[in-house]
């Protein structure tokens, strides 16, 4: 069973920038690929990005490609999440997961997420 743990998270000015960590334990993470999620407050959690297993591709949502870059340095190493020109919108608990790659749909087991907000 994956076991997953994110940091990175903080309170940010709009315009500044922060990176995320998902460190994982568990003898399946390094087979699937891997995502970040997040919920704002009263909004359902949504995809955000998404990585294969050696990294070499990667999905986003479309309105956070030019700002957002997932990354992973191999298939047992932490994900990264980079962050940039932040604005308050982007304010939300942000959650890795295990990623069905047809879908951009987690599966598994939820780490307890890090909070980013953003201040104007």
């Known amino acids: 069973q994956v076991q997953l743990v994110e940091s990175g998270g903080g309170l940010v000015q709009a315009g500044g920038s922060l990176r995320l960590s998902c460190a994982a334990s568990?003898?399946?993470?390094?087979?699937?690929?891997m995502g970040w999620f997040r919920q704002a407050p009263g909004k359902e959690r949504e995809f955000v990005a998404a990585?294969?297993?050696?990294?070499?591709?990667?999905n986003y949502a479309d309105s956070l490609k030019c700002r957002f870059a997932i990354s992973r340095d191999g298939p047992k190493n932490p994900v990264y999440l980079q962050m940039n020109s932040l604005n308050p919108e982007k304010t939300a608990v942000y959650y890795c997961?295990?990623?069905?790659?047809?879908?951009?749909?987690?599966?598994?087991?939820w780490g307890q997420g890090t909070q980013v907000t953003v201040s104007s």
């Open positions: 997961a295990s990623v069905v790659w047809a879908t951009m749909t987690s599966f598994g087991s």
């Open positions: 568990g003898r399946t993470f390094s087979s699937y690929a």
């Open positions: 990585i294969t297993t050696n990294g070499g591709n990667t």
